[in-house]
């Protein structure tokens, strides 16, 4: 089984670094703005309780991204990075361009959202 080329992971992997970067500052960000005390006025409160809602769904989105980025990063420190979870097939370099987290081949990700 062939990992993606030398020149691909390492720029795949400065692309991935870059990305993790980035979403801890929002991620920090959500969860400052999340910290912040509540309006004293109830109309106020009410809009505060729906946006609130919003950067909760936006932080939990982060948080899985951060997840999935680390563990693309750990897969290539482990020398498994392109290789399908699945079948153990080598992941299409073109594919891990698209989706560097991609864990899976386009077969077995087909098979798996059928």
């Not at 691909?8 to 920090?28: F, G, K, N, P």
């Not at 750990?74 to 979870?85: P, Q, S």
Request: charge should be negative; glycine fraction near 4%; hydrophobic fraction near 35%.
């Amino acid at each position: 089984m062939a990992e993606p080329s030398p020149p691909t992971q390492a720029r795949l992997r400065t692309a991935l670094e870059e990305r993790l970067r980035m979403i801890i500052r929002r991620v920090d960000a959500i969860e400052e703005d999340l910290r912040q005390p509540n309006d004293a006025d109830w109309q106020e409160q009410a809009t505060e309780r729906e946006n609130d809602e919003v950067l909760e769904g936006l932080d939990a989105a982060g948080l899985e991204e951060i997840a999935q980025i680390r563990a693309s990063l750990l897969r290539m420190d482990e020398g498994v990075y392109g290789i399908c979870a699945r079948c153990g097939e080598d992941i299409a370099e073109r594919r891990l361009e698209a989706l560097p987290s991609s864990t899976l081949c386009i077969e077995c990700a087909r098979t798996t959202s059928a």
